[in-house]
């Protein structure tokens, strides 16, 4: 069955560079949703969006933005990175409903040098 | 302020023992809650999950537990087997599950051969 899929794998950047993270959700699910993992820490939930469009937000700074496309696949964009950005980051879709899971890629490894 | 707590980091287990892994919660509009299992440098997993009117959930090895009341669920695996060795993290979410996942702090469950 298709799952996730986040690309790249890993990025590599250097300080005050731009990073784009892509996401394709599977197939017929319309929410998507980003999640931030820095070591030994427990996954925070950046933003997510419902038919593209934002339906919340988290701890997502302002030098981050994120939008869903029409065929709903999601990009997060990462301006003026900072060493401290450098984390996993999670995407995960789900189809809206009530008491639905949402299944995560595996995820992309982002390093700021 | 962790609304998701699971207070254990770290469990070691037998193998073809009991596991239980536990996760407290503090927000009572949490209605929807799921495990999942992480390992390193893969996106998390989904396990088993279980909605606010249930107490009990059970997929094969797997049973949640919950108690509303007490704003606790638990995981068991039983019987566990080296392969379980992960970091399992809890979320919840809330208004039927479509509302973002909130996790936990992760437990690393070692299981020993």
């Known amino acids: 069955a298709a799952g996730v899929i986040q690309s790249p794998r890993h990025l590599i950047k250097e300080k005050r560079e731009t990073a784009t993270l892509k996401c394709y959700p599977i197939?017929?699910?319309?929410?998507v949703y980003w999640y931030q993992q820095g070591p030994g820490q427990d996954p925070q939930f950046l933003i997510s969006?419902?038919?593209?469009?934002?339906?919340d937000k988290g701890s997502i700074p302002d030098r981050f933005s994120a939008q869903q496309f029409s065929d709903y696949h999601s990009e997060l964009n990462m301006s003026s990175l900072e060493l401290g950005d450098s984390a996993l980051y999670f995407c995960?879709?789900?189809?809206?409903?009530?008491?639905?899971?949402?299944?995560f890629g595996q995820g992309t490894r982002l390093t700021v040098v | 302020d962790q609304q998701v707590k699971q207070n254990s980091p770290s469990l070691s287990v037998q193998e073809g023992r009991i596991s239980i892994l536990n996760c407290d919660y503090t927000?009572?509009?949490?209605?929807?809650f799921l495990w999942y299992k992480k390992y390193p440098a893969e996106g998390p997993t989904f396990l088993i999950s279980?909605?606010?009117?249930?107490d009990k959930n059970e997929d094969g090895r797997f049973t949640v537990f919950l108690n509303k009341s007490a704003k606790h669920l638990s995981l068991h695996i039983v019987p566990s087997q080296p392969g379980d060795s992960a970091v399992y993290f809890c979320?919840?979410?809330?208004?039927?599950?479509?509302?973002?996942?909130?996790f936990g702090t992760g437990t690393r469950l070692k299981v020993l051969a």
């Open positions: 927000n009572s509009m949490f209605d929807y």
């Open positions: 279980i909605s606010s009117i249930k």
């Open positions: 995960a879709s789900s189809l809206r409903g009530t008491y639905t899971e949402a299944f």
């Open positions: 969006f419902y038919e593209k469009m934002q339906s």
């Open positions: 197939p017929r699910h319309d929410t």
């Open positions: 979320a919840a979410s809330g208004m039927g599950g479509t509302y973002k996942y909130i």
